[in-house]
């Protein structure tokens, strides 16, 4: 079973080498919030949410579950762990009302599925939780095995796969008691930074607030190939980049003739989208581009349905209508609302020439969505194909009544729009007669050069933004918004050259700055104009 079987159609991974705990008393809500570092008032009742323990410095000491169930709060917490996590917590239990003991659990499994939401939660051991940065359900004890039938297994390699390719922290690797929770993959997940205070939660703001960490996890998508003995030789080996550090491999993923390897990288270098070369003190030298983690960004059922309405798609567009419709009918299996499917699946069947078939889907679509105009259309085509046209010009009809309506919202739209764009053009007008009245009394002024080329660049004047965009660079070097405008517009306007040139230096300038967010925005450009001259 591979990765994406797994991710799309469900599939069991054992849950080895977690302890299960329970928290009892009246005060345990409070005590937990005091003490870890995510707002467990954001916690669903049945589902867990990760957390983390700091010390005051910031460093990650554990990591741990806190499943809610009614009138019951669970600790999940890495066997390796367990000990010295429950003795931390139960030292801060000064007058509370709290008590941590153990909770024996039996064939304890992760199951991924697409539509979690049709599982009864309420079970006493079912747990909606996010594992290996994958949504899916927790079970436990022999009675919750009935639940899942016919269930694949992800072999232990691929489970290795999904930990590497989703940044998953592993202990005593990329996570470890010295490592701040900045440095982490646990900062996107495990902590909150807008809930109240908690031990370490001055130091881990501090830096949040500031430019973040100076190393972080990224995964390398490698360009060239080596064997695996080579690889496994450089983990936990630091590296060089352009000469001075650039960071830590920690571990690797190889799976048809792609090799993506997880690394600590500082942060002048993490800009996504680029190329990166990495050089070891064996002379081994890799090379690849960078992504951000999770490498899956469709999480949600709703996301995993649309890509798989994409790939269906995609799949029709190649001539290979099969694989077509299985990717659509597994869209539909996850989101049986999804129209759009529906009505590709009664296309596709048309064109084949199965037009029962297609009326069927089509009968389908407007079950999901009885305004559809296309609906009705093609279903006349196909009973029009079948012979009967009484039925066919009954169907023409009930399309031109619905698209009557149609056009009515859209009309309803197009005025809304209008009126949108029109305060649109009021308030860019205000503006710019605010930045004017500036630079009357100073024309060097920063902020109002790069006021008046960013309304200049919307307006679609390139010319008059491209003076007032350039002014910003002079007068301030390290502006990465101004660089990232210029380039945009030099690339509207035509000048792809220019706009190469800009972004080239304003990726530099933003990544030094650590303001990774332009910094990725002006790499996203500068690739696709690259794959546009290509």
């Known amino acids: 079973m591979t990765i994406d079987d797994f991710r799309y159609e469900g599939g069991v991974i054992p849950f080895k080498g977690w302890l299960f705990f329970e928290v009892l008393g009246q005060d345990k809500d409070s005590f937990l919030q005091s003490q870890l570092t995510n707002d467990l008032t954001n916690c669903q009742l049945n589902f867990a949410q990760l957390n983390a323990r700091l010390d005051r410095n910031g460093k990650v000491q554990t990591f741990l579950y806190v499943g809610k169930k009614?009138?019951?709060?669970?600790?999940?917490?890495?066997?390796?762990?367990?000990?010295?996590?429950?003795?931390?917590?139960?030292?801060?239990?000064?007058?509370?009302d709290v008590k941590i003991e153990p909770l024996e659990t039996t064939n304890v499994f992760f199951y991924l599925t697409p539509i979690r939401n049709q599982y009864n939660l309420e079970n006493d051991k079912l747990l909606g939780i996010e594992y290996l940065g994958e949504e899916g359900?927790?079970?436990?004890?022999?009675?919750?095995?009935?639940?899942?039938?016919?269930?694949?297994?992800?072999?232990?390699?691929e489970v290795s796969g999904l930990r590497v390719l989703n940044g998953w922290p592993t202990w005593g690797q990329d996570l470890d008691s010295n490592k701040l929770?900045?440095?982490?993959?646990?900062n996107e997940s495990a902590i909150s930074y807008s809930k109240g205070c908690f031990l370490g939660q001055e130091t881990a703001s501090k830096i949040h607030n500031n430019r973040g960490s100076t190393y972080y996890p990224i995964l390398l998508e490698l360009k060239n190939s080596f064997d695996k003995k080579e690889l496994n030789s450089l983990i936990n080996h630091d590296f060089k980049v352009k000469g001075r550090k650039g960071g830590t491999f920690y571990s690797f993923y190889e799976k048809m003739n792609k090799i993506f390897v997880k690394v600590a990288l500082y942060r002048e270098f993490r800009v996504k989208g680029s190329f990166l070369e990495i050089m070891f003190d064996n002379g081994i030298c890799l090379s690849g581009v960078i992504h951000y983690f999770p490498y899956f960004k469709d999480k949600t059922s709703k996301e995993k349905a649309d890509q798989l309405f994409f790939k269906g798609t995609r799949l029709f567009q190649e001539g290979k209508e099969e694989d077509s419709i299985k990717a659509l009918e597994?869209?539909?299996?996850?989101?049986?609302?999804h129209s759009d499917a529906y009505e590709s699946i009664g296309v596709i069947h048309g064109r084949l020439g199965q037009f029962e078939k297609a009326i069927e889907y089509m009968d389908k679509l407007l079950e999901v969505h009885p305004e559809s105009v296309m609906a009705h259309t093609n279903k006349s085509l196909y009973l029009m194909k079948l012979g009967r046209i009484e039925e066919a010009e009954e169907e023409k009809s009930n399309a031109a009544v619905k698209s009557f309506s149609y056009f009515g919202e859209e009309a309803k739209k197009k005025k809304d729009n209008e009126r949108r764009e029109q305060d649109i053009q009021e308030e860019l007008k205000r503006k710019e007669g605010m930045f004017l009245s500036v630079l009357e009394i100073d024309e060097d002024d920063v902020l109002a050069n790069f006021g008046l080329g960013e309304i200049n660049y919307k307006k679609n004047n390139f010319k008059k933004a491209n003076e007032h965009l350039?002014?910003?660079?002079?007068?301030d070097l390290k502006h990465s918004v101004a660089y990232l405008t210029l380039g945009k517009s030099y690339e509207a306007s035509g000048d792809i050259e220019k706009a190469r040139e800009i972004y080239n230096l304003g990726i530099e300038v933003a990544s030094k700055k650590g303001e990774m967010k332009p910094a990725n925005e002006m790499q996203s450009r500068l690739s696709n104009l690259t794959k546009s001259k290509v």
Do not use: Q
């Not at 890495?78 to 010295?84: H, I, N, T």
């Not at 927790?138 to 390699?157: P, Q, S, V």
């Not at 597994?330 to 609302?337: A, G, M, Y």
């Not at 350039?470 to 007068?475: A, D, Q, R, T």
């Open 70 to 96: 009614e009138n019951k709060t669970l600790l999940l917490v890495p066997e390796s762990l367990a000990d010295f996590t429950i003795r931390e917590l139960e030292k801060f239990i000064i007058m509370e």
């Open 137 to 157: 359900l927790l079970y436990w004890g022999e009675e919750n095995r009935l639940f899942f039938t016919n269930i694949n297994h992800l072999a232990e390699d």
């Open 181 to 186: 929770i900045n440095e982490t993959t646990l």
């Open 330 to 337: 597994l869209c539909l299996k996850i989101s049986p609302e």
């Open 470 to 475: 350039e002014k910003v660079i002079l007068l």
